[in-house]
């Protein structure tokens, strides 16, 4: 699932492409989760943000269109009409100009909803999502507090949204890697909750300096790749040699989600 250096890669590509045209004709999947597409014709768009792992796309009369990726999201640009001979196609817009953009899922978990500007109280993970990674506000003590909230384990935390917004599994164990810290833990010092949010900031930072982790599907808006699958030093490399001691990375399930540690260096 994309995760925030993958969206913030998708809205830089986005918003030079969109701010100010208008949508001529919208459409989508009968399903509901994509018929908000249709919502946005004739809407002219007047901004394209992010918050956390979702997109908003700001219409100039105060709505948002909210775009989750889910799994398998993509969007993409076409020069004329939207390819109506893909099963996969969800939902698209037409641009003056003539040039569509389109939103395909092939396993059909993500989704769409148009609201009022900032008012999220219909999509819950958006609603209660924690501060942004480069909050100003956000610094070691503030931090500390927001993982002190819960007894769950630390990587569980992360994916919930609530300490930190955008972190997913990929981030989330290249960060307590870089950190030194186990990922079951439930509780972390000050200090190390600091430098817990140092190597957040910096793994999502490569990320998007890297277009994003391509491990699979994900694509961004120009249909390209990105290249941070080939700097990650935890995820995914369970059995190989840690990059910091050669100790043999494990890997193992925390609630329910795969992940990897180092058992020297993160004991």
Avoid at 8 to 21: C, F, N, S, V
Avoid at 228 to 254: D, F, K
């Amino acid at each position: 699932m994309p995760e925030l250096p993958e969206v913030e890669t998708i809205r830089r590509q986005l918003a030079p492409r969109l701010l100010g045209r208008t949508v001529l004709e919208a459409g989508s999947h009968v399903s509901g989760k994509f018929t908000p597409a249709r919502e946005l014709t004739h809407a002219t768009f007047a901004g394209v943000g992010r918050r956390g792992k979702y997109l908003l796309l700001e219409a100039s009369d105060e709505r948002e269109l909210v775009i989750h990726l889910g799994m398998t999201g993509t969007l993409t640009f076409r020069p004329d009409g939207p390819d109506l001979d893909n099963p996969y196609l969800r939902a698209w817009w037409t641009l003056d100009e003539h040039e569509t953009l389109q939103f395909v899922d092939v396993r059909r978990f993500g989704r769409l909803r148009v609201v009022a500007k900032g008012e999220y109280e219909a999509i819950p993970t958006l609603a209660n999502a924690g501060p942004e990674p480069w909050d100003p506000d956000l610094d070691a003590r503030r931090f500390h507090e927001l993982l002190g909230r819960s007894r769950r384990a630390i990587k569980t935390q992360l994916l919930s949204q609530r300490p930190i917004a955008g972190v997913g599994n990929i981030y989330a164990d290249e960060g307590l890697w870089l950190a030194g810290i186990n990922p079951i833990v439930t509780r972390v010092s000050r200090p190390r909750a600091a430098r817990l949010l140092d190597a957040l900031r910096e793994v999502l930072r490569q990320g998007i300096d890297n277009g994003g982790t391509t491990l699979r599907d994900y694509r961004n808006a120009e249909g390209g790749t990105g290249s941070n699958q080939l700097a990650l030093a935890a995820y995914g490399r369970g059995g190989r040699p840690c990059l910091r001691c050669t100790t043999e990375l494990r890997t193992r399930l925390v609630d329910a989600r795969t992940t990897t540690w180092c058992p020297s260096c993160q004991r």
